[in-house]
C-alpha cells in the first residue's frame, strides 16, 4: 500500500493532537496525477472540513479482484473506491458493491437540478457515482507523421501514407470497434457486427493488416513513452496521458480525437462495510461528488466532469495557467466522432472475445 | 556382570524398564523439538499451504450453480437434453422461484458472470432477467414458460438448459478441460474452436523460454563464477559486488532499463547505427518478443546461477587440478574430466533455481514480452484480476506446479537431486 507523505503527516499529526485515534478512510484510486488531482480537489478540502484523515491505496487496477477476495475473507478495509464504469457495473451484479440513490446521497446542482438528472445518463450502474469521463484516442508524432498530420482514426491502418509503427493496447476492446469502422462498417452496426463470428474475424482481419507493424501496451504510460522515444508514430491511450506529453512535457505530439471512445471513471462504496464506516463513506462522496468538487479537478487533470452542471465551471490548469476546456474530451470540437464504451456487449462477450484475440496475437 | 544373568527386562535406575524409559526420554524431545518449530511449522501451514490448498481447489469447485438454482438443478435431471425440446412447466416454475431467492440474494448476476465462461452472452441474460423476474409472484403468477420466454428470448433457448445442465455439477473437471484448450460439453470433453485455442502453446512456449533461459544462464555464468572462485580475494570480492548490485536493484527498475536500451530507439540500435553495423531503416528488433523477454530474464536471474555456482567452485581443491597437470595432463583435460565434474552440483542447483523461477515469472515477460515472449503466468494473472475466472486461473496454476514437480522428479531421476549442492 502506498501512503502519500502529505496524509502520514496529516494523520501524524493529528495523531499528536488527538492523543487518541483519530478518523481515518482509506480511499482507492490509480495513483500517479491522477490521485495527486482527487488529492488537491477532494482530500484536502474534505479533511479539512471534516477533520477525517485519507489514506491513498493505489489499487484501482485490481479492485474488483481485491474486494472479491476481501469480500470472501469478510474483512474489507476499504472504504471509497476509485473504478471504471466496466469495474463498478460487475462489483454491483456480484453484491461487492453498494447501491446508491442519487436523491438522498448525492448533492444536487447549484440550480437545483436533482444529481439524478445532473448526472443524466452517465449513471451506468446502480452502484456507481461517475467522476470523470475520460477517453481512449490517439496521439501521433508531429514530426514523423509527413506533410499531411491524421485527421482520420483510420489513418492507423494506413501504412502506404504513415509508415511506421503504431501502439495499440492488448485487449481487444476499442481495437476491434476501430478495425470495423475502418473495414466499412457502419459505426452504428459495429456491435451487431462483432457479435458475429464472422464480425470478430473481419475485425481481426483488418488488426492482421497492421500486426506486424504494432507494438502492444498494457499500461497506460507505455504509449506516451513510446511517442516520446519515437518508437512508434502514432498510438492509443488515455487523454490524459497525451494531454501531459503534450503540454507538461513540450514533446513533438498532437491528439487525433476522431474515434476516441469515452469511458468513465468514478466511485463505489464496498458492500458490507460497518454503519459508522459507510455513514463516513457517504459523507465523502457526497462532499466530493458536488458540482464544484468536480470542475475542481479539471484544474489538474485534462479529464472532463462527469456533471452538467460542472463544465461551465472548468477554469485554468492549476500550475499551468492554460485553458482546460479545449482539451476535454467532451469540448464540442474534440468530440464531433465519439464511441461511448458498450458496457453491456463488453461484459456479455469479453471472455469470450479475448480468448480469441489473445490467440490471434500468439499467431 | 550380574544384569546379564538376570531374567527380567533390563531395568533404568528408577526401576521402569530400560526400553521404556528410552522410549519416553526419545519421544520427550522430539515433542520438545516439535515445540521449537511449531511457529514455523504454523506459519508455513497457515500463509503458505492451506491458501494453495484451497486455491487448488477453485480448478474443481463448482457449488455455485446447484446453490442458486436447488430446485432447477433437480428438475434438469428429469430432463432429456438430447431430446431438442424445452423443459417442461415444472422446470420453468422451479427455475422462477430460484431466481427470486437468487435476485433477492444478489446472486443471480454472480452465476451469469460464472455461465459466461462457458456460453457468450448468460451475463446480461441473467441480469436483465433478473429485474424482471423478481416482480413476478411465484404462486400467482404460473404458468411461468410463456413469461419467462417473453422476458428474454434466451430462456426458449434449449442451449440455454443445455449449458445450465452441464454445468450444474457440485464439482467439475471443466476448469482443466478450458486450461489444456477444451471444454465440457453435454456430449463430454471437446476441444476448444482453434481460433480460441492459446493455453496449451503458452505452456509450451514458458517450458521452451525457461529451460533457454537456463541455458544462457548457466553458459554466463559459468566463468564469471570460475572467476570468481579462482581469483585473490580482493579483485573477486569486487566481482562479487558486481554481480550482487543488480541483484539489490528493483526488478522493475531494471526491466524498464532494458526497454531503454534494447528499444529500437535505444542505446544498443543507436550505437548499432552510429558504428555503421545496422543501417538505418533496418534496425534490430530486439524487444517486445521472445528475445526481449530471454535477454532481460537471463539478466535478472544471473545471480541466482552464479551464487551457487560460485559457492560450489570454491570447496573445489586446487590441489586435484595440480596434480592432474603434474601427471601430465593438458589444460583441457585438466578441465573437463577434473574440475567440470566437481562443478555440476552447482550447476544442478543453479539451474534448478532459475528454471523453477523463470517458469512463474510474470512482470518481465509482460513489459519486454510484447505477444511472443509472454508465458502462462500472464495469463493466469488475467484470469486472476481481469476475467476474475479464478477457477480457471486455479487449474492453470495446478497443472504450472504439477508440471514443475514432475520436471523435479526427472532431474531426480536423470541427474539425482543428492548431486545438486549450495556449496
Known amino acids: 500500500m502506498k501512503v502519500t507523505k502529505t496524509t502520514l503527516m496529516a494523520s501524524a499529526i493529528a495523531m499528536v493532537a488527538g492523543g487518541a485515534m483519530a478518523e481515518e478512510m482509506t480511499i482507492v484510486s490509480w495513483g500517479g496525477a491522477y490521485s495527486k488531482s482527487q488529492l488537491k480537489a477532494y482530500h484536502e478540502p474534505y479533511s479539512e472540513k471534516s477533520g477525517v484523515t485519507i489514506l491513498n491505496d493505489d489499487s484501482s487496477a485490481e479492485a474488483v479482484a481485491k474486494l472479491r477476495a476481501m469480500n470472501e475473507a469478510g474483512n474489507i478495509t476499504w472504504d471509497v473506491v476509485d473504478v471504471v464504469a466496466a469495474d463498478a457495473i460487475r462489483l454491483c451484479d456480484e453484491g461487492l458493491a453498494m447501491e446508491i440513490d442519487p436523491d438522498t446521497m448525492l448533492a444536487?446542482?447549484?440550480?437545483?437540478?436533482?444529481?439524478?438528472?445532473?448526472?443524466?445518463?452517465?449513471?451506468?450502474?446502480?452502484?456507481?457515482?461517475?467522476?470523470?469521463?475520460?477517453?481512449?484516442?490517439?496521439?501521433?508524432?508531429?514530426?514523423?507523421?509527413?506533410?499531411?498530420?491524421?485527421?482520420?482514426?483510420?489513418?492507423?491502418?494506413?501504412?502506404?501514407?504513415?509508415?511506421?509503427?503504431?501502439?495499440?493496447?492488448?485487449?481487444?476492446?476499442?481495437?476491434?470497434?476501430?478495425?470495423?469502422?475502418?473495414?466499412?462498417?457502419?459505426?452504428?452496426?459495429?456491435?451487431?457486427?462483432?457479435?458475429?463470428?464472422?464480425?470478430?474475424?473481419?475485425?481481426?482481419?483488418?488488426?492482421?493488416?497492421?500486426?506486424?507493424?504494432?507494438?502492444?501496451?498494457?499500461?497506460?504510460?507505455?504509449?506516451?513513452?513510446?511517442?516520446?522515444?519515437?518508437?512508434?508514430?502514432?498510438?492509443?491511450?488515455?487523454?490524459?496521458?497525451?494531454?501531459?506529453?503534450?503540454?507538461?512535457?513540450?514533446?513533438?505530439?498532437?491528439?487525433?480525437?476522431?474515434?476516441?471512445?469515452?469511458?468513465?471513471?468514478?466511485?463505489?462504496?464496498?458492500?458490507?462495510?460497518?454503519?459508522?464506516?459507510?455513514?463516513r463513506a457517504l459523507d465523502y462522496i457526497m462532499f466530493a461528488t458536488d458540482t464544484q468538487r468536480l470542475a475542481d479537478q479539471a484544474k489538474w487533470i485534462s479529464y472532463g466532469p462527469a456533471r452538467a452542471s460542472s463544465a461551465p465551471l472548468v477554469g485554468q490548469h492549476a500550475e499551468l495557467g492554460i485553458e482546460m476546456a479545449p482539451h476535454m474530451p467532451t469540448d464540442p470540437e474534440n468530440a464531433k466522432n465519439t464511441f461511448l464504451y458498450n458496457y453491456e456487449f463488453w461484459a456479455d462477450y469479453r471472455d469470450d472475445i479475448d480468448a480469441k484475440f489473445q490467440a490471434w496475437l500468439a499467431q | 556382570m550380574t544384569d546379564a544373568t538376570q531374567s527380567g527386562p533390563m531395568l533404568a535406575a528408577d526401576g521402569t524398564p530400560l526400553k521404556k524409559s528410552l522410549a519416553r526420554s526419545l519421544r520427550r524431545r522430539k515433542l520438545r523439538a516439535l515445540a521449537l518449530i511449531a511457529p514455523l511449522l504454523l506459519f508455513v501451514l497457515l500463509s503458505f499451504v492451506i491458501p494453495i490448498v484451497s486455491m487448488l481447489f477453485r480448478s474443481v469447485e463448482n457449488s455455485i450453480?446447484?446453490?442458486?438454482?436447488?430446485?432447477?438443478?433437480?428438475?434438469?435431471?428429469?430432463?432429456?437434453?438430447?431430446?431438442?425440446?424445452?423443459?417442461?412447466?415444472?422446470?420453468?416454475?422451479?427455475?422462477?422461484?430460484?431466481?427470486?431467492?437468487?435476485?433477492?440474494?444478489?446472486?443471480?448476476?454472480?452465476?451469469?458472470?460464472?455461465?459466461?465462461?462457458?456460453?457468450?452472452?448468460?451475463?446480461?441474460?441473467?441480469?436483465?432477467?433478473?429485474?424482471q423476474i423478481k416482480r413476478l409472484d411465484v404462486e400467482a403468477d404460473a404458468p411461468f414458460k410463456e413469461k419467462l420466454i417473453d422476458i428474454h428470448d434466451g430462456w426458449g433457448d434449449v442451449e440455454t438448459w443445455k449449458v445450465i445442465k452441464t454445468h450444474a455439477v457440485p464439482i467439475t473437471n471443466g476448469y482443466f478441460l478450458n486450461a489444456v484448450d477444451m471444454r465440457r460439453t453435454p456430449e463430454g470433453a471437446q476441444s476448444q474452436p482453434e481460433d480460441k485455442q492459446i493455453l496449451i502453446k503458452l505452456f509450451g512456449r514458458t517450458l521452451f523460454m525457461s529451460l533457454v533461459i537456463t541455458g544462457s544462464c548457466i553458459l554466463l555464468a559459468y566463468p564469471i563464477s570460475y572467476l570468481l572462485a579462482n581469483l585473490p580475494m580482493r579483485v573477486s570480492n569486487?566481482?562479487?559486488?558486481?554481480?550482487?548490485?543488480?541483484?539489490?536493484?528493483?526488478?522493475?527498475?531494471?526491466?524498464?532499463?532494458?526497454?531503454?536500451?534494447?528499444?529500437?530507439?535505444?542505446?544498443?540500435?543507436?550505437?548499432?547505427?552510429?558504428?555503421?553495423?545496422?543501417?538505418?531503416?533496418?534496425?534490430?528488433?530486439?524487444?517486445?518478443?521472445?528475445?526481449?523477454?530471454?535477454?532481460?530474464?537471463?539478466?535478472?536471474?544471473?545471480?541466482?546461477?552464479?551464487?551457487?555456482?560460485?559457492?560450489?567452485?570454491?570447496?573445489?581443491?586446487?590441489?586435484?587440478?595440480?596434480?592432474?597437470?603434474?601427471?601430465?595432463?593438458?589444460?583441457?583435460?585438466?578441465?573437463?574430466?577434473?574440475?567440470?565434474?566437481?562443478?555440476?552440483?552447482?550447476?544442478?542447483?543453479?539451474?534448478?533455481?532459475?528454471?523453477?523461477?523463470?517458469?512463474?515469472?510474470?512482470?518481465?515477460?509482460?513489459?519486454?514480452?510484447g505477444t511472443k515472449g509472454v508465458f502462462i503466468s500472464n495469463r493466469i494473472a488475467y484470469h486472476i484480476s481481469s476475467s476474475l475466472n479464478w477457477g480457471l486461473a486455479a487449474a492453470l496454476g495446478t497443472i504450472l506446479l504439477a508440471v514443475v514437480l514432475l520436471l523435479y522428479w526427472v532431474y531426480d531421476k536423470i541427474v539425482g537431486i543428492d548431486n545438486v549442492k549450495l556449496g
Open chain 1, 108 to 279: 444536487p446542482a447549484p440550480d437545483g437540478t436533482s444529481a439524478a438528472d445532473d448526472f443524466g445518463d452517465l449513471l451506468v450502474s446502480e452502484c456507481f457515482i461517475p467522476q470523470i469521463v475520460y477517453s481512449t484516442t490517439f496521439g501521433y508524432r508531429t514530426d514523423l507523421v509527413g506533410d499531411t498530420a491524421p485527421t482520420d482514426v483510420c489513418s492507423i491502418f494506413d501504412l502506404d501514407a504513415y509508415p511506421g509503427k503504431r501502439s495499440l493496447e492488448k485487449r481487444p476492446i476499442n481495437n476491434m470497434e476501430w478495425a470495423l469502422i475502418c473495414d466499412g462498417v457502419a459505426k452504428d452496426d459495429v456491435y451487431d457486427v462483432l457479435a458475429t463470428p464472422e464480425g470478430q474475424d473481419q475485425a481481426l482481419a483488418k488488426l492482421g493488416t497492421i500486426k506486424d507493424n504494432v507494438v502492444w501496451w498494457s499500461a497506460g504510460a507505455d504509449t506516451p513513452q513510446l511517442l516520446a522515444d519515437g518508437e512508434v508514430i502514432m498510438g492509443s491511450t488515455y487523454n490524459g496521458r497525451l494531454f501531459s506529453v503534450i503540454e507538461e512535457q513540450k514533446q513533438p505530439v498532437a491528439m487525433l480525437w476522431d474515434a476516441q471512445v469515452f469511458d468513465l471513471d468514478g466511485w463505489i462504496i464496498p458492500a458490507g462495510l460497518s454503519e459508522e464506516r459507510q455513514k
Open chain 2, 65 to 131: 450453480v446447484s446453490e442458486t438454482l436447488p430446485l432447477t438443478v433437480i428438475e434438469l435431471q428429469h430432463w432429456d437434453a438430447e431430446s431438442g425440446e424445452l423443459p417442461d412447466e415444472a422446470l420453468y416454475a422451479a427455475f422462477t422461484k430460484d431466481m427470486v431467492a437468487a435476485v433477492e440474494a444478489k446472486q443471480h448476476t454472480r452465476l451469469g458472470t460464472r455461465l459466461n465462461y462457458e456460453q457468450t452472452g448468460m451475463s446480461s441474460m441473467f441480469r436483465k432477467s433478473g429485474r
Open chain 2, 238 to 369: 569486487l566481482l562479487m559486488i558486481l554481480v550482487l548490485l543488480p541483484f539489490w536493484t528493483s526488478l522493475l527498475v531494471r526491466t524498464s532499463a532494458w526497454k531503454v536500451m534494447l528499444q529500437q530507439q535505444g542505446v544498443i540500435n543507436e550505437t548499432l547505427v552510429w558504428l555503421g553495423l545496422v543501417a538505418d531503416d533496418a534496425r534490430l528488433v530486439i524487444i517486445n518478443n521472445q528475445i526481449g523477454t530471454i535477454i532481460a530474464m537471463t539478466h535478472i536471474l544471473l545471480p541466482f546461477m552464479v551464487l551457487p555456482m560460485y559457492s560450489v567452485m570454491q570447496t573445489i581443491p586446487e590441489t586435484y587440478t595440480r596434480a592432474a597437470k603434474s601427471m601430465g595432463a593438458t589444460n583441457w583435460t585438466t578441465f573437463w574430466r577434473i574440475y567440470f565434474p566437481q562443478s555440476i552440483p552447482g550447476i544442478g542447483a543453479g539451474s534448478i533455481l532459475v528454471f523453477i523461477l523463470s517458469i512463474g515469472y510474470y512482470i518481465t515477460p509482460e513489459i519486454v514480452g
